[in-house]
């Protein structure tokens, strides 16, 4: 059974970074494109970055040049790296593949305020 676990969030001031963490268990990880998706307040599930099992990285236009999304298959883990958050981007972020498992994550809370 596909377990995720994310890890890494917490409270920002805007203009700051975090990097988050997601391991993913059960699954053959280094054929699967995966993916971080977040969830703000009142707002539908998104997906914000992801990257193909050869490498290849998408982002959303509202994060291209302050996200950055990697993955490490030796470990079956993918990092994102949020650089200039903005307040707007509080939200639960999770990992899935890019076409989702069903099993979610508990996902990692972002909350970006002064």
């Known amino acids: 059974q596909v377990q995720v676990v994310e890890s890494g969030g917490g409270l920002v001031q805007p203009g700051g970074s975090l990097k988050l963490s997601c391991v993913v268990s059960g699954i053959m990880f280094r054929i699967f494109g995966m993916g971080w998706y977040r969830q703000g307040p009142g707002k539908q599930r998104e997906l914000v970055a992801h990257i193909t099992s050869s490498e290849t990285t998408y982002y959303a236009d509202s994060v291209k040049g302050r996200f950055t999304i990697s993955r490490d298959n030796a470990k079956n883990m993918i990092y994102l790296q949020m650089n200039n958050l903005k307040p707007e981007e509080t939200a639960v972020y999770y990992c899935?593949?890019?076409?989702?498992?069903?099993?979610w994550g508990q996902g990692t809370q972002v909350a970006v305020s002064s």
């Open positions: 899935n593949a890019v076409q989702p498992f069903s099993n």
